[in-house]
């Protein structure tokens, strides 16, 4: 990923925080998907008076993204924090979205905690999802299953 792609990234997570609907939590997350051909695919945290059917800004964006169409992707950017304040803090993915990434994405995906455009920190989905269940766990005799293709 260049510098400059890496920026818009960046930017492009903390602006969608601002589309955040949290009228429950008040902790308002953003996210920015980076297919693997430079599509940026902005997602933000959508709850519900029932609770159970919000969803977290990382599937926003990911389910987006391949609702138009794509399915292979660099790294995603996720900016999480008070509604109405930047981020005090870095806000990792729930367990829920690392599994749905994971459907997509392999272990060198890139996942970047942003506070600030100039305070990230880098992981990989590897390092936060470690021996994942993936279309290749179902997959017979080692073949790549479906997702990847
Ligand atoms: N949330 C996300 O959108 N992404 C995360 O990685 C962590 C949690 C949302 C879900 C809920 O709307 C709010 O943050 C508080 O849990």
Not at 4 to 9: A, G, N, P, S, V
Not at 77 to 86: D, F, K, M
Not at 98 to 113: N, S
Request: charged share 20%; with cysteine; hydrophobic share 40%.
């Amino acid at each position: 990923m260049t510098r400059e792609t890496e920026e818009r990234l960046l930017r492009c997570a903390l602006e969608a925080r601002a589309n955040a609907y949290v009228p429950y939590s008040h902790w308002a997350v953003g996210a920015a998907l980076l297919a693997q051909d430079g599509t940026l695919f902005p997602g933000c945290n959508v709850e519900n008076t029932a609770y159970g059917p919000t969803n977290c800004a990382e599937r926003t964006a990911l389910f987006s993204a391949v609702a138009q169409g794509k399915r292979r992707f660099a790294a995603i950017a996720i900016a999480g924090g008070r509604q109405g304040e930047p981020p005090a803090s870095f806000c990792p993915p729930c367990g829920v979205c690392r599994q749905a990434l994971a459907e997509f994405c392999g272990p060198e995906f890139e996942v970047l905690l942003v506070k600030s455009e100039g305070e990230v920190r880098r992981h990989t989905l590897g390092e936060l999802l470690p021996f994942a269940f993936t279309p290749a766990s179902l997959a017979e005799e080692g073949d790549a299953a479906h997702a990847h293709v």
